[in-house]
């Protein structure tokens, strides 16, 4: 079984006893949400506020083809380290790496790890060729020897994962491979989805239908306040007519309508707001749009049930939603 080192994460130091000095290229940033394995150097880096970016999410499907892709956009960072010894193999690091995401609640959606990288699926030598190739280098570097290898190279293995944060998705991307028999080498890819600025999105009747079918509940993007009161916004329409089309294709369908805030200002208040909030929507559409009464119920929870923590702006005005939510 492989060695997992303890204490690896993604946001905490690493321990480890002795490592290697590091010889990082000049001006090197370490992403600060992932620290490096004990001993690695930064040897390659490009970081660009913006670009598009293909997340392979899947294994090869065709020639030169991956079936599953995540289009995505936003700031890349791009890190290549090395680390240079025999103490620890591919897979080790590759491990350690997998469990530390895992450990901050990431979602993996693809993994795989090959002793001999032949084969189709993630991780193997034709995925990371296809995933290269889709996503290149924009600067010449030690990366690009991710794909070559030399007569005492070994196994490689790579990772999907994301993760939603209250300043918006992220999506990361590991390759590891066993470049020669002293020589490991590491490309990290972070995407940064910047979150939509308020106002500027609102739910659909698709997105609100695959959402009830996949979590039962779904956030209303679009529906918003006057500061501090249940006032709707003219800008909420397009929101509130989209839950009427829903609703109007699945007249078998009741809901919860429920309020949420976050954490600013007592709790007795912040409960009458949400309660405030949820019954506004509901009365709109009633008595605006037309929908039976009966088929609509209004609640408030105040701030009971964060989804990111209300210590930043960001994750305070994440908290702050109405969501529809599917009633048995």
Request: a negative charge; glycine letters at 10%.
């Amino acid at each position: 079984m492989r060695a997992l080192l303890p204490g690896l994460a993604l946001t905490f130091a690493l321990t480890y006893a002795n490592p290697l000095p590091a010889e990082d290229i000049a001006e090197a940033i370490e992403h600060p949400m992932v620290q490096r394995y004990p001993g690695s150097e930064i040897r390659w880096q490009t970081i660009e506020n913006y670009r598009p970016y293909r997340v392979a999410t899947g294994p090869v499907t065709g020639y030169r083809t991956i079936g599953d892709w995540a289009d995505t956009e936003g700031r890349v960072t791009r890190t290549f380290y090395r680390y240079q010894g025999t103490e620890r193999d591919f897979a080790e690091i590759y491990l350690n790496y997998l469990k530390a995401f895992e450990d901050e609640g990431f979602e993996i959606l693809g993994k795989g790890l090959s002793d001999d990288r032949k084969g189709v699926e993630i991780g193997t030598r034709q995925w990371l060729e296809v995933y290269l190739a889709e996503n290149p280098f924009t600067k010449q570097g030690e990366a690009g020897t991710m794909a070559a290898g030399t007569s005492s190279s070994g196994g490689a293995g790579a990772f999907v994962a994301t993760k939603d944060r209250a300043a918006g998705r992220v999506w990361v991307v590991v390759n590891v491979e066993q470049h020669a028999e002293d020589y490991v080498g590491t490309l990290i890819d972070i995407v940064e989805v910047e979150a939509a600025q308020t106002g500027l999105v609102s739910v659909d009747a698709e997105a609100i239908g695959r959402d009830l079918t996949e979590k039962g509940r779904v956030v209303l993007d679009g529906i918003e306040f006057g500061f501090d009161s249940a006032d709707l916004l003219p800008s909420s329409d397009a929101a509130l007519q989209a839950v009427v089309t829903h609703m109007m294709a699945h007249p078998e369908q009741n809901f919860y309508v429920v309020g949420h805030t976050d954490a600013k200002g007592s709790f007795d208040y912040n409960a009458r707001l949400s309660t405030d909030r949820a019954g506004a929507v509901v009365e709109a559409l009633v008595t605006r749009f037309g929908v039976a009464r009966e088929r609509l119920q209004s609640h408030g929870v105040g701030p009971l049930v964060p989804v990111f923590s209300n210590v930043s702006e960001a994750g305070r005005d994440r908290n702050r939603r109405v969501e529809l939510v599917e009633r048995p």
